[in-house]
């Protein structure tokens, strides 16, 4: 019984994995690159995570077109990535829509055409257009090339709010487009444990699993120590302070 | 009004473009490169097409993890494309078997396991697994990043026998997963206006709109001239034949 499982190398994708381990899956644990500012530690760490669950393999992909397109911090320096503290609304909208207007630049020029986009101005910067189904189709063909069974992603609750595609409806949908995308012969199922649960209890289910969270990365902005003031770090932080453990990374 | 028009550079996918701007639409062309083995001579067809459109942009986007991945005659060089006319059957099968339980190669060596794949046995080699949620879910983000409203995509009846990621339903079930999926200012309509036309309905459709058909490519066995013999190849000459009209590319 084999299992694709999205690796990022964050608590909580780490923690998922140490689940689908749980349940009697072997892994094949699939992390993706997109020219995030912090790819390095979370590659390391995706590896130290697999290669603790003894993993079949382990499939690095790159991601970068959506490097290309432009519209988010995570991948565009010329954005900043904003503390969790930082309630400057306005700035933050306008990061989002200056930057979506012109794109990261790194497609052919063709002819003199201006191009205006319309982002939202709700969402936050750090948002990568449709990830999560980029990803989802690219666990996909890879769980069907190997006869997995299922596909383990760490979609949760407190991510609703921001990101569109982390919705239970969303990842309902997209268990159809699986279903009806691949061959009739497959049965590939969409799992995600993590749906209802917080950070808090995650990181509880994790502690109780052995997850050597060392060996994760969450921090949106530094390879180390961690910032631990961006979003990410905020609410790992708040987790490990919540159950009362010390989060082992370094911060600054 | 801007459509994202996925051009890969063969006959239906570059009419498909003429019918989006026909219908007023402002074209942002992307062409993906997944290691198939025309992949030049499609990219040159499909800027000639961006070109002759006067498309806004034209973004090339590799989809090489497609590659890594194997399972596919079209980017595993060690598989053969079948000619149309090949009725080996069992060989077909036992190539699209056998590949998928090596995989390509690429991944790293991770341990010693030995990884075995189901891969269904009854569709065609040239299948790339999940291949149009793949290309669905860029063009996605490649329209939410530039305020565009339409995708158009040339899935149509003559595939639906082989590849279950053409499928009408398929189509709809992704609809769902974009609006689901996408900031909820955003609104992005997936457009399929071939899903029902055949080969020469749609070559039909081409010649009135003036589509340079000797521009465009198909083959998925050679760059120059086209083998004559492959699926891709053969549906094409007989779709002009039907017309009465002559190809205007080389053919071996």
Redesign the interface.
């Known amino acids: 019984m084999?299992a694709v499982c999205l690796i990022s190398g964050g608590m909580d994708s780490s923690t998922l994995a140490y689940v689908a381990k749980d349940m009697g899956y072997?892994i094949?644990?699939l992390h993706t690159v997109y020219g995030q500012r912090t790819e390095e530690k979370e590659l390391m760490c995706a590896k130290k995570i697999?290669?603790s669950l003894?993993?079949?393999?382990?499939?690095?992909?790159?991601?970068?077109?959506?490097t290309?397109?432009?519209?988010s911090s995570l991948t565009d320096y010329s954005m900043n990535v904003l503390d969790h503290t930082d309630e400057k609304g306005d700035e933050k909208r306008k990061n989002s829509q200056e930057k979506?207007q012109t794109?990261a630049g790194n497609?052919?020029s063709?002819?003199s055409?201006t191009?205006?986009?319309?982002?939202?101005?709700?969402?936050p910067n750090t948002?990568?257009?449709?990830?999560?189904?980029?990803l989802?189709?690219?666990a996909?063909?890879?769980a069907?090339?190997?006869?997995a069974e299922a596909i383990f992603i760490g979609v949760q609750a407190s991510d609703y709010a921001g990101y569109?595609?982390c919705?239970p409806?969303?990842v309902e949908?997209?268990q159809?487009?699986?279903s009806?995308?691949?061959?009739?012969?497959?049965n590939i199922r969409l799992m995600t444990p993590f749906v209802n649960l917080n950070k808090t209890e995650i990181l509880k289910k994790g502690l109780k699993l052995g997850v050597p969270y060392e060996d994760t990365w969450s921090c949106y902005k530094s390879n180390h120590p961690a910032c631990g003031r961006c979003d990410s770090c905020y609410y790992r932080l708040k987790a490990f302070e919540e159950i009362g453990v010390k989060d082992p990374i370094d911060y600054a």
């Open positions: 084999k072997d094949l644990a697999a290669k003894d993993a079949l393999e382990f499939m690095e992909i790159s991601l970068s077109h959506l290309q397109f432009g519209g979506t794109g497609e052919e063709f002819g055409h191009i205006s986009g319309t982002i939202s101005t709700t969402i948002y990568v257009p449709f990830r999560n189904s980029n989802l189709s690219i996909t063909s890879y069907e090339t190997r006869g569109p595609d919705r409806e969303f949908a997209f159809k487009v699986i009806l995308g691949t061959s009739d012969e497959t």
